[in-house]
Structure formats: structure tokens, C-alpha cells
């Protein structure tokens, strides 16, 4: 019987389950502006924000896949939306940025 063999492979046939890919987790090289500027109380999220974008292309191009088809299908039906892929996209974005900003926070 074995034990654990069937239960190993169970994650292979869940619905909605994907390996991690790292294109799918973007991830930032810590630029040398952030600390200066959360050090002279300015926000450095915008800059950020700016970098990590191109990081997220899968999600951006989701998107606009998204928002192509949807000129088309809100004519049929006026209630569907592109509201997840753009809150993917922006989740994505959002977690290239805030680790970045979260560690380097200072509590005086």
C-alpha cells in the first residue's frame, strides 16, 4: 500500500493548480533611490510602479486581450467586464513594489 504515492500526484489533476513560474512573480533588483528617498520622507512608489510594469507583461497583455473581446461582447451583455485580468495585472505590478517599500521601512 505504500502510503503517500496517490496522495503525491493529487496536486497534478486540481483544478486551477499551475506550477510556479517565475515570470508569473515578478521580482525587482532593489534600486538605490528607495532608501534616500524614504529616508527624506518622499514616496518612492511612483518610480516603482513605473519599473515593475514592464515585469508584468503576461498580465498586461491578458488585459488587453481582455479589453479587445469586450468591445464586441458588451454590445451582447452589458455586465461583463475586464475585472479580473485587471486586477491581476495590478496585482502583479502591486507585488513587485511593495516588498520593495515594505523592507525598507524604518520605525523611529
Known amino acids: 500500500m505504500g502510503g503517500g504515492d496517490h496522495f503525491s500526484l493529487g496536486h497534478l489533476i486540481t483544478p486551477g493548480w499551475m506550477p510556479k513560474s517565475h515570470s508569473l512573480s515578478p521580482h525587482l533588483t532593489e534600486p538605490a533611490y528607495v532608501k534616500e528617498m524614504l529616508k527624506n520622507g518622499e514616496n518612492p512608489k511612483e518610480l516603482l510602479l513605473e519599473e515593475c510594469k514592464p515585469k508584468c507583461l ?16 458588451i454590445k451582447i451583455n452589458p455586465t461583463k467586464t475586464c475585472l479580473y485580468p485587471f486586477r491581476d495585472y495590478a496585482t502583479c505590478v502591486e507585488a513587485c513594489v511593495q516588498p520593495i517599500i515594505h523592507n525598507n521601512l524604518v520605525i523611529e
Do not use: A, F, G
Open 58 to 73: 503576461h498580465w498586461k497583455h491578458k488585459l488587453e486581450r481582455c479589453e479587445k473581446k469586450l468591445v464586441e461582447i
